[in-house]
């Protein structure tokens, strides 16, 4: 590892993956620091590899690097692309995480860029008009320098440790432990039987509610799935080492509630837990007071801002404790992304991209998901690349030259549509 980049990411998941290869990719030169040892964070390390949407109503309105990546990945695989269905507000594919993961190192030491896994932000500071970063690694404490910063450790950790603030919602959606089960049919389940013993634990305290999903409390919901992104976590904000803790904690200890009241039922006998993740898929922390705020509003009428570098795509989905909230868009609303929503308000040469860019508690349901986190990763990526080689402020970037740059790798820029 080098003293000294021209851009360095903070966070090797969906949006820093895309936001540390376009910077590569434009000649910068870029370090990515990822606290796991692997790339691809919720997408890998949570189990929730179905990336969506790229499309809305079968127009593609998110393409470039992460699209790039994504179609490696099913080739490598040999699988075929789903048919995009020209009915639906948004479609999703699968990809094989490992693949995915193993692509991404390759990707991204192609381009240049340097990788440092097990390490994570532990202060920032500026100094001779470089970002000087505290990193916290397995022999101790090291520093590395660089010209602009991007924040995609999806909390907004590097905003906050630069001291810049940051908006905490009074209901944070819900977390969810994905797991994968077996042992049983499940056409042949008495499911009336199973939901009257699951009410009883529940009214006795042995189980919650929420344990099985978003389903207002149906068991059914669970079984039928096998699993899957299913096991509701309400109430943690999971932003700080503490509050992660208690997120795979409380996870893994619904997972052992579910375990053991499964195998005391009819049918489920040979009941068995194949994997879980080894994190929690976390939907929501912080987000940043940013230099724009996005709001529902614009979001949900297409509002196609004057700096708008991407295109988003899904629904309003709310996770509460025990159910979502979930609104789809009409055919022909492709909501935006302001480049001056990923800027925390009052800071220089620092840039936001994933969940935690600025905007209310509505739209930020909607573009938190992965497809969108790619696309505005790869205009976080494009936004410093050039503000690192010109020596400017990021907003002293004429915003057509980060379009020109994004359309050269494959985005599809606001307007292009």
């Avoid at 949407?53 to 699209?67: L, N, R, T, V």
């Avoid at 390490?119 to 100094?127: D, T």
């Avoid at 009336?192 to 009883?200: C, G, R």
């Avoid at 991209?353 to 494009?382: F, K, L, N, P, T």
Wanted: aromatic share 8%; glycine share 10%; net charge neutral.
């Amino acid at each position: 590892m080098k003293d000294q980049y021209e851009v360095i990411v903070a966070g090797g998941g969906t949006a820093g993956i895309i936001a540390a290869l376009q910077a590569a990719r434009a000649g910068a030169s870029t370090l990515v620091v990822e606290k796991q040892g692997i790339l691809g964070g919720t997408m890998v390390t949570a189990g929730i590899s179905y990336p969506s949407s790229f499309h809305a109503y079968g127009k593609q309105i998110i393409a470039g690097i992460g699209w790039e990546l994504c179609l490696q990945t099913k080739r490598e695989t040999g699988e075929d692309l789903p048919e995009i269905n020209p009915q639906s507000p948004r479609s999703g594919l699968s990809v094989n995480p490992a693949v995915f993961a193993a692509l991404a190192d390759e990707k991204l030491l192609e381009a240049g860029a340097e990788i440092l896994f097990h390490a994570m932000p532990a202060g920032v500071c500026r100094e001779d008009n470089f970002w000087k970063l505290t990193l916290a690694t397995k022999t101790g404490l090291q520093e590395v320098k660089g010209k602009i910063l991007v924040d995609c450790t999806g909390d907004a950790n590097l905003v906050s440790l630069a001291g810049f603030p940051v908006r905490i919602n009074p209901e944070l959606q819900a977390a969810t432990l994905v797991v994968q089960v077996s042992g049983y049919e499940a056409e042949k389940l008495d499911y009336q039987a199973i939901q009257a013993a699951f009410e009883k634990e529940v009214a006795s305290g042995r189980m919650r509610w929420e344990d099985p999903g978003w389903s207002r409390g149906k068991f059914e919901f669970f079984l039928r799935h096998y699993g899957g992104n299913r096991i509701h976590l309400p109430g943690i904000n999971a932003r700080t080492s503490e509050g992660k803790s208690i997120a795979e904690i409380e996870g893994r200890k619904a997972m052992l509630r579910i375990l053991r009241f499964c195998r005391k039922q009819p049918g489920l006998e040979s009941f068995r837990i194949d994997w879980c993740a080894p994190e929690c898929g976390i939907r929501e922390t912080a987000t940043i007071v940013g230099k724009k705020f996005i709001t529902l509003a614009d979001y949900e009428t297409g509002r196609v801002w004057e700096d708008a570098v991407c295109y988003s795509c899904y629904a309003v989905d709310i996770h509460r404790s025990d159910h979502t909230v979930f609104r789809n868009f009409p055919p022909g609303v492709y909501p935006t992304i302001p480049l001056g929503a990923m800027l925390p308000a009052g800071s220089t040469r620092l840039i936001v991209a994933g969940r935690c860019i600025s905007g209310d508690w509505e739209a930020s349901s909607s573009y938190r998901v992965e497809a969108s986190c790619m696309a505005i990763g790869q205009a976080a990526g494009a936004a410093a690349a050039l503000a690192a080689q010109a020596g400017k402020e990021i907003e002293e970037v004429p915003i057509e030259k980060i379009r020109e740059l994004l359309r050269k790798h494959g985005a599809i820029v606001p307007g292009d549509i």
